[in-house]
Protein backbone atom coordinates (compact mmCIF):
# COMPACT_ATOMS: atom_id res chain seq x y z
CA UNK A 1 0.00 0.00 0.00
CA UNK A 2 1.10 3.24 -0.42
CA UNK A 3 2.50 5.64 2.41
CA UNK A 4 0.29 6.56 4.60
CA UNK A 5 -1.28 10.22 5.03
CA UNK A 6 -1.57 11.70 7.87
CA UNK A 7 -5.42 12.01 8.43
CA UNK A 8 -5.31 7.45 8.08
CA UNK A 9 -2.38 7.79 10.57
CA UNK A 10 -4.43 9.59 12.94
CA UNK A 11 -7.67 7.51 12.24
CA UNK A 12 -5.26 4.50 12.73
CA UNK A 13 -4.52 5.78 16.61
CA UNK A 14 -7.77 6.58 16.94
CA UNK A 15 -9.31 2.96 16.26
CA UNK A 16 -6.38 1.13 18.04
CA UNK A 17 -6.90 3.38 21.11
CA UNK A 18 -10.74 2.16 21.00
CA UNK A 19 -9.87 -1.33 20.21
CA UNK A 20 -7.02 -1.67 22.89
CA UNK A 21 -9.68 -0.41 25.69
CA UNK A 22 -11.92 -3.05 24.79
CA UNK A 23 -8.82 -5.44 25.97
CA UNK A 24 -7.37 -3.51 28.65
CA UNK A 25 -8.64 -4.55 32.24
CA UNK A 26 -11.33 -2.73 33.38
CA UNK A 27 -11.01 -1.04 36.57
CA UNK A 28 -13.64 -2.76 39.09
CA UNK A 29 -15.94 0.29 40.00
CA UNK A 30 -18.26 -0.15 42.93
CA UNK A 31 -21.34 -1.62 42.14
CA UNK A 32 -24.25 0.84 41.67
CA UNK A 33 -27.59 0.70 44.00
CA UNK A 34 -29.67 -1.97 41.32
CA UNK A 35 -33.24 -1.38 40.63
CA UNK A 36 -34.93 -4.14 41.74
CA UNK A 37 -37.12 -4.19 38.98
CA UNK A 38 -38.84 -6.80 36.96
CA UNK A 39 -41.42 -6.81 34.49
CA UNK A 40 -44.02 -9.58 33.19
CA UNK A 41 -45.25 -9.49 29.81
CA UNK A 42 -47.19 -12.01 28.23
CA UNK A 43 -45.56 -13.46 25.23
CA UNK A 44 -47.52 -12.61 22.50
CA UNK A 45 -47.38 -14.65 19.66
CA UNK A 46 -45.02 -13.37 17.70
CA UNK A 47 -44.16 -14.08 14.29
CA UNK A 48 -40.54 -13.94 15.38
CA UNK A 49 -40.33 -17.59 15.94
CA UNK A 50 -43.18 -19.84 16.19
CA UNK A 51 -41.78 -22.78 17.71
CA UNK A 52 -40.80 -21.15 20.53
CA UNK A 53 -43.39 -22.12 23.55
CA UNK A 54 -45.14 -19.07 24.02
CA UNK A 55 -45.96 -18.51 28.29
CA UNK A 56 -45.50 -15.51 30.14
CA UNK A 57 -42.01 -15.38 30.94
CA UNK A 58 -40.34 -12.81 33.76
CA UNK A 59 -38.14 -10.53 31.56
CA UNK A 60 -35.05 -9.34 34.50
CA UNK A 61 -34.36 -5.43 34.77
CA UNK A 62 -31.96 -5.97 38.23
CA UNK A 63 -28.60 -5.70 36.23
CA UNK A 64 -27.43 -7.30 39.23
CA UNK A 65 -28.89 -10.88 38.05
CA UNK A 66 -27.08 -13.17 36.22
CA UNK A 67 -30.43 -13.15 33.65
CA UNK A 68 -30.77 -9.35 33.35
CA UNK A 69 -32.47 -8.56 29.65
CA UNK A 70 -30.30 -5.80 27.62
CA UNK A 71 -30.59 -4.83 24.31
CA UNK A 72 -31.67 -1.83 22.42
CA UNK A 73 -34.94 -1.45 23.50
CA UNK A 74 -34.44 -2.16 26.95
CA UNK A 75 -31.19 -0.50 28.32
CA UNK A 76 -29.35 -0.68 31.57
CA UNK A 77 -30.61 1.01 34.24
CA UNK A 78 -29.04 2.60 36.12
CA UNK A 79 -27.77 3.47 32.64
CA UNK A 80 -23.57 3.93 34.15
CA UNK A 81 -24.21 0.63 36.27
CA UNK A 82 -20.72 -1.03 37.09
CA UNK A 83 -20.79 -4.26 38.35
CA UNK A 84 -17.96 -5.67 40.30
CA UNK A 85 -15.38 -7.87 37.98
CA UNK A 86 -12.65 -10.34 38.36
CA UNK A 87 -10.50 -11.21 35.93
CA UNK A 88 -10.73 -14.43 34.25
CA UNK A 89 -7.75 -17.31 34.56
CA UNK A 90 -4.49 -16.27 32.91
CA UNK A 91 -5.99 -13.20 30.91
CA UNK A 92 -6.67 -9.32 31.79
CA UNK A 93 -10.53 -9.93 30.66
CA UNK A 94 -12.57 -9.56 33.27
CA UNK A 95 -16.03 -10.54 34.21
CA UNK A 96 -18.78 -10.94 36.96
CA UNK A 97 -17.33 -13.86 39.37
CA UNK A 98 -20.64 -16.18 38.09
CA UNK A 99 -19.81 -15.52 34.57
CA UNK A 100 -15.86 -16.04 35.37
CA UNK A 101 -15.90 -18.94 37.21
CA UNK A 102 -18.24 -20.58 34.59
CA UNK A 103 -15.78 -19.41 31.94
CA UNK A 104 -12.62 -20.68 33.53
CA UNK A 105 -14.64 -24.10 33.81
CA UNK A 106 -15.96 -23.79 30.05
CA UNK A 107 -12.19 -23.08 29.00
CA UNK A 108 -10.77 -26.13 30.63
CA UNK A 109 -13.29 -28.47 29.09
CA UNK A 110 -12.25 -27.01 25.66
CA UNK A 111 -8.74 -27.42 26.42
CA UNK A 112 -9.26 -30.86 27.68
CA UNK A 113 -10.81 -31.53 23.82
CA UNK A 114 -7.50 -29.91 22.75
CA UNK A 115 -9.18 -26.37 21.61
CA UNK A 116 -8.07 -23.32 22.98
CA UNK A 117 -9.97 -20.56 23.54
CA UNK A 118 -8.73 -16.83 23.67
CA UNK A 119 -10.70 -14.34 26.00
CA UNK A 120 -10.78 -10.96 23.82
CA UNK A 121 -13.10 -8.84 25.81
CA UNK A 122 -15.48 -8.61 28.68
CA UNK A 123 -16.97 -6.13 30.69
CA UNK A 124 -16.34 -2.69 29.44
CA UNK A 125 -17.46 0.62 31.37
CA UNK A 126 -20.25 2.73 30.36
CA UNK A 127 -17.57 5.10 29.10
CA UNK A 128 -15.14 2.76 27.76
CA UNK A 129 -18.66 1.87 25.28
CA UNK A 130 -19.22 5.60 24.36
CA UNK A 131 -15.78 6.00 22.94
CA UNK A 132 -16.14 2.82 21.08
CA UNK A 133 -19.32 3.87 20.00
CA UNK A 134 -18.52 7.68 19.10
CA UNK A 135 -15.51 6.27 17.63
CA UNK A 136 -17.76 4.06 15.02
CA UNK A 137 -20.61 7.26 14.81
CA UNK A 138 -17.48 9.38 13.73
CA UNK A 139 -16.80 7.20 10.75
CA UNK A 140 -20.39 5.73 10.17
CA UNK A 141 -23.45 7.68 10.92
CA UNK A 142 -25.57 6.50 14.06
CA UNK A 143 -27.40 4.20 12.01
CA UNK A 144 -24.70 2.05 10.70
CA UNK A 145 -22.57 2.55 14.10
CA UNK A 146 -25.56 0.84 16.32
CA UNK A 147 -25.72 -2.05 14.11
CA UNK A 148 -22.50 -3.07 14.75
CA UNK A 149 -21.93 -1.81 18.51
CA UNK A 150 -24.15 -0.66 21.18
CA UNK A 151 -25.05 2.44 22.13
CA UNK A 152 -23.72 3.43 25.77
CA UNK A 153 -26.10 2.01 28.29
CA UNK A 154 -26.84 -1.31 26.10
CA UNK A 155 -24.16 -3.05 25.90
CA UNK A 156 -24.39 -6.59 27.19
CA UNK A 157 -20.55 -5.74 27.79
CA UNK A 158 -21.69 -3.12 30.30
CA UNK A 159 -23.07 -6.24 32.52
CA UNK A 160 -19.83 -7.85 33.10
CA UNK A 161 -21.77 -11.31 31.62
CA UNK A 162 -20.40 -11.28 28.34
CA UNK A 163 -17.52 -11.82 26.85
CA UNK A 164 -16.12 -12.20 23.16
CA UNK A 165 -13.86 -15.45 22.41
CA UNK A 166 -11.62 -16.14 19.45
CA UNK A 167 -8.69 -18.29 18.60
CA UNK A 168 -4.99 -18.48 20.33
CA UNK A 169 -4.00 -17.99 16.50
CA UNK A 170 -6.51 -14.96 16.53
CA UNK A 171 -7.84 -16.41 13.44
CA UNK A 172 -11.18 -14.93 11.76
CA UNK A 173 -10.98 -12.77 14.85
CA UNK A 174 -14.63 -11.03 15.48
CA UNK A 175 -15.30 -12.16 11.89
CA UNK A 176 -18.60 -14.17 10.65
CA UNK A 177 -16.12 -16.43 9.29
CA UNK A 178 -15.09 -17.90 12.99
CA UNK A 179 -17.99 -19.79 13.43
CA UNK A 180 -16.25 -22.32 11.24
CA UNK A 181 -12.78 -22.22 13.20
CA UNK A 182 -12.00 -24.84 15.93
CA UNK A 183 -12.79 -22.62 18.94
CA UNK A 184 -15.81 -21.58 17.05
CA UNK A 185 -17.32 -24.87 16.57
CA UNK A 186 -16.36 -25.60 19.95
CA UNK A 187 -18.41 -23.14 21.91
CA UNK A 188 -21.19 -22.91 19.69
CA UNK A 189 -22.24 -26.65 20.46
CA UNK A 190 -20.79 -26.24 23.99
CA UNK A 191 -21.19 -22.83 25.61
CA UNK A 192 -24.50 -24.12 27.01
CA UNK A 193 -23.57 -26.33 29.24
CA UNK A 194 -21.59 -23.84 31.15
CA UNK A 195 -24.69 -21.33 30.97
CA UNK A 196 -23.57 -19.19 28.09
CA UNK A 197 -25.66 -18.82 24.63
CA UNK A 198 -24.44 -17.35 21.16
CA UNK A 199 -26.34 -13.87 22.03
CA UNK A 200 -26.61 -12.60 18.39
CA UNK A 201 -27.58 -15.92 15.85
CA UNK A 202 -27.15 -15.65 11.70
CA UNK A 203 -30.64 -13.78 10.43
CA UNK A 204 -31.60 -12.85 13.49
CA UNK A 205 -30.71 -9.01 12.98
CA UNK A 206 -34.08 -7.71 12.28
CA UNK A 207 -34.96 -9.28 16.11
CA UNK A 208 -32.01 -8.50 18.10
CA UNK A 209 -30.75 -5.06 16.69
CA UNK A 210 -27.20 -6.46 15.99
CA UNK A 211 -25.72 -8.32 13.25
CA UNK A 212 -24.61 -11.72 13.29
CA UNK A 213 -21.67 -12.22 16.18
CA UNK A 214 -20.71 -16.04 16.29
CA UNK A 215 -18.10 -15.13 18.54
CA UNK A 216 -20.02 -12.60 21.65
CA UNK A 217 -21.21 -15.23 24.73
CA UNK A 218 -23.63 -14.14 27.44
CA UNK A 219 -23.71 -15.83 30.29
CA UNK A 220 -27.15 -16.52 31.72
CA UNK A 221 -26.34 -19.06 34.24
CA UNK A 222 -26.58 -22.87 33.43
CA UNK A 223 -30.38 -23.56 34.08
CA UNK A 224 -31.49 -20.81 31.97
CA UNK A 225 -29.20 -20.99 29.05
CA UNK A 226 -30.19 -24.73 28.55
CA UNK A 227 -34.07 -23.59 28.57
CA UNK A 228 -33.02 -20.85 25.70
CA UNK A 229 -31.11 -23.75 23.79
CA UNK A 230 -33.70 -26.40 24.06
CA UNK A 231 -36.58 -23.72 22.96
CA UNK A 232 -35.44 -23.18 19.88
CA UNK A 233 -35.92 -19.76 20.30
CA UNK A 234 -32.91 -18.47 18.27
CA UNK A 235 -32.39 -15.03 20.16
CA UNK A 236 -33.06 -14.30 23.93
CA UNK A 237 -35.84 -11.69 22.24
CA UNK A 238 -37.72 -14.13 20.76
CA UNK A 239 -37.18 -16.23 23.48
CA UNK A 240 -39.17 -13.50 25.38
CA UNK A 241 -41.04 -12.58 22.76
CA UNK A 242 -40.02 -9.06 22.55
CA UNK A 243 -37.87 -6.88 19.73
CA UNK A 244 -34.81 -6.29 19.98
CA UNK A 245 -34.91 -3.23 17.90
CA UNK A 246 -35.39 0.66 18.59
CA UNK A 247 -38.94 1.69 17.01
CA UNK A 248 -38.45 4.64 15.55
CA UNK A 249 -37.43 3.20 12.16
CA UNK A 250 -40.62 1.24 11.87
CA UNK A 251 -43.19 2.12 9.66
CA UNK A 252 -45.87 1.82 12.12
CA UNK A 253 -45.10 4.85 14.37
CA UNK A 254 -46.61 7.00 11.38
CA UNK A 255 -49.73 8.23 12.46
CA UNK A 256 -50.55 10.21 8.81
CA UNK A 257 -49.19 12.49 6.83
CA UNK A 258 -49.16 16.26 6.51
CA UNK A 259 -48.10 18.98 3.99
CA UNK A 260 -45.27 21.82 4.33
CA UNK A 261 -47.30 25.36 4.00
CA UNK A 262 -43.46 27.63 3.74
CA UNK A 263 -39.56 26.25 3.56
CA UNK A 264 -39.77 25.00 7.08
CA UNK A 265 -37.36 23.92 9.58
CA UNK A 266 -37.21 20.64 10.78
CA UNK A 267 -35.56 21.09 14.33
CA UNK A 268 -33.70 18.27 17.24
CA UNK A 269 -36.61 19.23 19.52
CA UNK A 270 -40.09 20.90 19.98
CA UNK A 271 -39.41 24.41 19.99
CA UNK A 272 -37.29 27.26 17.58
CA UNK A 273 -34.40 27.00 20.62
CA UNK A 274 -33.53 23.39 19.06
CA UNK A 275 -30.92 22.74 16.21
CA UNK A 276 -32.16 22.51 12.65
CA UNK A 277 -31.71 19.41 11.16
CA UNK A 278 -32.72 20.43 7.70
CA UNK A 279 -35.52 22.52 5.71
CA UNK A 280 -37.89 21.18 4.28
CA UNK A 281 -38.86 22.75 1.22
CA UNK A 282 -42.56 23.95 0.65
CA UNK A 283 -45.37 21.84 -0.61
CA UNK A 284 -43.45 18.63 0.37
CA UNK A 285 -45.36 15.68 1.97
CA UNK A 286 -44.04 14.90 5.49
CA UNK A 287 -44.72 11.23 7.67
CA UNK A 288 -46.10 12.42 11.24
CA UNK A 289 -45.16 9.74 14.25
CA UNK A 290 -47.99 10.47 15.62
CA UNK A 291 -45.44 12.85 18.51
CA UNK A 292 -46.98 16.21 19.67
CA UNK A 293 -45.84 18.69 22.10
CA UNK A 294 -46.81 22.19 22.36
CA UNK A 295 -47.94 22.72 18.75
CA UNK A 296 -45.01 21.08 17.45
CA UNK A 297 -45.29 17.83 15.00
CA UNK A 298 -42.50 15.29 15.35
CA UNK A 299 -42.18 13.93 11.72
CA UNK A 300 -40.00 11.79 9.02
CA UNK A 301 -38.96 13.66 6.18
CA UNK A 302 -36.18 12.79 3.42
CA UNK A 303 -35.00 9.70 6.07
CA UNK A 304 -34.33 11.86 8.89
CA UNK A 305 -36.75 12.76 11.81
CA UNK A 306 -36.99 15.75 13.86
CA UNK A 307 -39.89 18.73 15.05
CA UNK A 308 -41.84 20.46 12.96
CA UNK A 309 -44.11 23.77 14.44
CA UNK A 310 -47.50 22.70 13.29
CA UNK A 311 -48.05 26.75 11.67
CA UNK A 312 -46.71 25.28 8.80
CA UNK A 313 -48.39 22.05 7.85
CA UNK A 314 -51.47 22.05 6.19
CA UNK A 315 -54.00 18.91 5.31
CA UNK A 316 -52.80 17.13 8.93
CA UNK A 317 -54.48 13.68 8.46
CA UNK A 318 -54.47 10.48 10.32
CA UNK A 319 -54.96 7.76 7.69
CA UNK A 320 -54.86 4.28 8.48
CA UNK A 321 -52.36 3.41 6.03
CA UNK A 322 -50.14 6.50 5.56
CA UNK A 323 -48.30 7.16 2.22
CA UNK A 324 -45.31 6.36 1.45
CA UNK A 325 -44.48 8.81 -1.08
CA UNK A 326 -42.89 11.33 1.33
CA UNK A 327 -39.29 9.12 1.36
CA UNK A 328 -40.01 8.32 -2.36
CA UNK A 329 -40.35 12.18 -3.83
CA UNK A 330 -36.93 12.83 -2.33
CA UNK A 331 -34.26 12.76 -4.84
CA UNK A 332 -31.48 10.80 -4.07
CA UNK A 333 -28.54 12.92 -4.53
CA UNK A 334 -26.10 10.23 -3.91
CA UNK A 335 -26.83 8.13 -6.30
CA UNK A 336 -26.09 10.10 -9.03
CA UNK A 337 -22.61 10.44 -8.13
CA UNK A 338 -21.97 6.92 -7.35
CA UNK A 339 -19.26 5.10 -9.26
CA UNK A 340 -18.96 1.27 -9.03
CA UNK A 341 -15.87 -1.02 -9.48
CA UNK A 342 -15.94 -4.78 -9.75
CA UNK A 343 -13.64 -7.35 -7.51
CA UNK A 344 -10.42 -8.52 -8.71
CA UNK A 345 -10.56 -11.31 -5.77
CA UNK A 346 -12.86 -12.67 -2.82
CA UNK A 347 -12.04 -9.29 -0.62
CA UNK A 348 -13.16 -8.14 2.64
CA UNK A 349 -15.08 -5.44 3.22
CA UNK A 350 -13.83 -3.76 6.42
CA UNK A 351 -15.62 -1.26 9.03
CA UNK A 352 -12.96 0.94 8.03
CA UNK A 353 -9.59 1.90 6.66
CA UNK A 354 -6.83 -0.91 6.87
CA UNK A 355 -6.72 -4.18 7.51
CA UNK A 356 -6.94 -3.52 11.49
CA UNK A 357 -10.76 -2.99 10.89
CA UNK A 358 -13.26 -5.47 11.61
CA UNK A 359 -14.35 -7.90 8.09
CA UNK A 360 -17.92 -6.76 7.57
CA UNK A 361 -17.87 -9.27 5.11
CA UNK A 362 -16.35 -10.97 2.09
CA UNK A 363 -17.39 -9.96 -1.11
CA UNK A 364 -16.66 -12.64 -3.64
CA UNK A 365 -14.52 -12.00 -6.91
CA UNK A 366 -16.21 -10.77 -9.83
CA UNK A 367 -19.00 -8.89 -8.20
CA UNK A 368 -20.07 -4.98 -8.55
CA UNK A 369 -19.98 -2.95 -5.71
CA UNK A 370 -20.88 0.80 -5.50
CA UNK A 371 -18.28 3.19 -4.52
CA UNK A 372 -19.99 5.63 -2.01
CA UNK A 373 -17.35 8.45 -1.82
CA UNK A 374 -13.56 9.58 -2.34
CA UNK A 375 -10.62 6.93 -1.91
CA UNK A 376 -8.81 7.25 1.21
CA UNK A 377 -5.17 6.25 1.65
CA UNK A 378 -5.54 3.44 -1.32
CA UNK A 379 -9.13 2.31 0.16
CA UNK A 380 -12.86 3.07 -1.05
CA UNK A 381 -15.82 2.93 0.74
CA UNK A 382 -18.41 1.01 -0.87
CA UNK A 383 -21.89 -0.26 -0.81
CA UNK A 384 -22.80 -4.44 -1.43
CA UNK A 385 -25.18 -6.65 -0.61
CA UNK A 386 -26.81 -3.73 1.17
CA UNK A 387 -24.16 -3.35 3.41
CA UNK A 388 -21.43 -0.48 3.62
CA UNK A 389 -17.67 -0.85 4.38
CA UNK A 390 -14.08 -0.19 3.11
CA UNK A 391 -12.35 -2.08 0.82
CA UNK A 392 -8.90 -2.25 -0.66
CA UNK A 393 -8.33 -0.29 -3.99
CA UNK A 394 -5.96 -3.08 -4.80
CA UNK A 395 -8.66 -5.70 -5.53
CA UNK A 396 -10.94 -3.57 -7.68
CA UNK A 397 -11.05 -2.81 -11.10
CA UNK A 398 -13.25 -2.00 -14.37
CA UNK A 399 -13.71 1.10 -12.37
CA UNK A 400 -16.61 2.49 -14.18
CA UNK A 401 -18.75 6.06 -13.95
CA UNK A 402 -21.82 4.51 -14.96
CA UNK A 403 -24.06 4.49 -11.86
CA UNK A 404 -24.07 1.14 -9.84
CA UNK A 405 -28.21 2.07 -9.08
CA UNK A 406 -29.61 1.72 -12.72
CA UNK A 407 -32.61 4.41 -10.54
CA UNK A 408 -30.17 6.90 -11.39
CA UNK A 409 -31.79 10.05 -13.49
CA UNK A 410 -28.38 12.55 -13.85
CA UNK A 411 -26.04 10.82 -15.20
CA UNK A 412 -24.40 13.78 -16.41
CA UNK A 413 -22.68 14.89 -12.95
CA UNK A 414 -19.10 13.92 -12.41
CA UNK A 415 -17.38 12.81 -9.70
CA UNK A 416 -14.98 15.72 -9.91
CA UNK A 417 -18.08 18.09 -9.63
CA UNK A 418 -18.81 17.03 -6.55
CA UNK A 419 -17.94 18.39 -2.73
CA UNK A 420 -19.38 17.28 0.60
CA UNK A 421 -20.66 19.38 3.09
CA UNK A 422 -18.79 19.45 6.33
CA UNK A 423 -21.96 21.30 8.08
CA UNK A 424 -25.04 21.52 8.13
CA UNK A 425 -25.15 24.04 5.21
CA UNK A 426 -28.00 26.31 3.91
CA UNK A 427 -28.18 26.34 0.33
CA UNK A 428 -29.97 30.17 -1.10
CA UNK A 429 -31.07 31.76 -3.65
CA UNK A 430 -27.51 33.61 -4.49
CA UNK A 431 -24.06 33.74 -4.03
CA UNK A 432 -24.33 35.71 -0.49
CA UNK A 433 -26.03 34.94 3.00
CA UNK A 434 -28.55 38.19 2.42
CA UNK A 435 -30.17 36.05 -0.04
CA UNK A 436 -33.47 33.58 0.54
CA UNK A 437 -32.68 29.79 2.33
CA UNK A 438 -33.80 27.52 -0.41
CA UNK A 439 -33.39 24.19 2.16
CA UNK A 440 -30.13 23.45 4.45
CA UNK A 441 -28.22 20.85 3.32
CA UNK A 442 -27.37 18.05 6.50
CA UNK A 443 -23.45 17.65 7.07
CA UNK A 444 -21.76 15.02 5.08
CA UNK A 445 -23.76 15.29 1.87
CA UNK A 446 -22.53 14.99 -1.37
CA UNK A 447 -23.40 18.08 -3.85
CA UNK A 448 -23.07 18.65 -7.39
CA UNK A 449 -21.17 21.57 -8.33
CA UNK A 450 -22.65 23.54 -11.26
CA UNK A 451 -20.69 25.92 -12.42
CA UNK A 452 -17.98 28.40 -11.39
CA UNK A 453 -17.24 29.77 -8.35
CA UNK A 454 -18.81 33.66 -6.84
CA UNK A 455 -17.16 35.42 -4.52
CA UNK A 456 -16.04 32.46 -2.84
CA UNK A 457 -19.66 30.50 -3.08
CA UNK A 458 -20.77 27.51 -5.17
CA UNK A 459 -23.47 27.12 -7.61
CA UNK A 460 -24.74 23.74 -6.37
CA UNK A 461 -27.29 21.16 -6.61
CA UNK A 462 -28.71 19.13 -4.28
CA UNK A 463 -31.51 17.21 -3.52
CA UNK A 464 -32.92 18.00 -6.74
CA UNK A 465 -32.39 21.76 -6.21
CA UNK A 466 -30.51 24.05 -7.64
CA UNK A 467 -28.69 27.05 -5.17
CA UNK A 468 -25.78 28.67 -3.87
CA UNK A 469 -23.82 27.56 -0.75
CA UNK A 470 -20.51 29.10 0.73
CA UNK A 471 -17.11 27.46 -0.21
CA UNK A 472 -15.79 27.33 3.16
CA UNK A 473 -18.10 24.50 4.46
CA UNK A 474 -17.30 22.37 0.96
CA UNK A 475 -14.46 19.97 0.99
ZN1 LIG B 1 -19.34 -8.73 22.19
Redesign the pocket.
Known amino acids: MTKPSAFKLSLTATLSAALFATLLPATPAAAAAPAPVSIQVQAPALSVDASVQIAAKKIQRNPAKDDVFVNKKYPLSPKKYAPKTVAIQGSNVRLRSSAAKAYNKMAKAAAKDGVKIRAV?GYRSYNRQAELFNYYTRIYGKSYASRISAVPGTS??QTGL???VGNANGACGLQACFANTPVGKWVGKNAHKYGFIMRYQKGQESVTGYSY?P??FRYLGTSLAKSVKNSGAKSLEAYYGVSGKKSDSAPKNSKGTAQTTANLNMRTGAGTGNRVLLTIPRGKSVQLTGSKKSGWYQVRYSSRTGWVSGKYLSSISMPSKPKKESKKSTPKQNTSNAKSAKTSANLNMRTGVGTSHRVVLTIPQGKKVAIRGAKKSGWYPVKYAGKNGWVSGTYLRSFSSSTYSPKSSDPKSSSSASKKTIANLNMRSGAGTSKRVILTIPKGKKVSIRGAKKSGWYPVKYAGKNGWVSGKYLR
Do not use: K, L, V
Request: aromatic share 12%; proline share 0%; glycine share 0%.
Open positions: SEHAIDEWH
